[in-house]
């Protein structure tokens, strides 16, 4: 059984930093592109950020590049996402979500495993 779990969300104030973290059990996540998502109140989830299988290259959309970073902690079964300069719109809940492949072409189109996400609220 595959279990996909987001940790490091909470609330922090306009300007600040979160890190997300994603791991996983009963699939190993070194062994496809893995992607974050997140949904905001009222709108549809939207991707926002994508890794390679090997780490050589990650993809942001356009309102976080900048400002979020995407990684792997190659061995640990682990990705995170380093999140700066949060402002209101960054509040939602963000997922993590493996890939039925191992680049990020179209990723939001190859989704395989998802996470029940970590709420994120920017605000003061």
């Known amino acids: 059984q595959v279990h996909v779990v987001e940790s490091g969300g909470g609330l922090v104030q306009p300007g600040g930093s979160l890190r997300l973290s994603c791991t996983a059990s009963?699939?190993?996540?070194?062994?496809?592109?893995i992607s974050w998502f997140r949904q905001a109140p009222g709108h549809q989830r939207e991707g926002i950020s994508c890794?390679?299988?090997?780490?050589?290259?990650?993809i942001y959309t356009d309102s976080v590049k900048g400002r979020f970073t995407i990684s792997r902690d190659v061995g640990k079964n682990t990705i995170h996402l380093q999140m700066t300069s949060l402002n209101p719109g960054d509040t939602g809940r963000y997922y993590c979500?493996?890939?039925?492949?191992?680049?990020?072409?179209?990723?939001?189109?190859?989704?395989?495993?998802w996470g029940l996400g970590t709420q994120v609220t920017v605000s003061s």
């Open positions: 979500v493996t890939l039925h492949r191992g680049h990020c072409a179209d990723f939001d189109e190859y989704t395989n495993y």
């Open positions: 009963g699939v190993t996540l070194d062994d496809s592109a």
């Open positions: 890794i390679s299988r090997h780490g050589d290259s990650t």
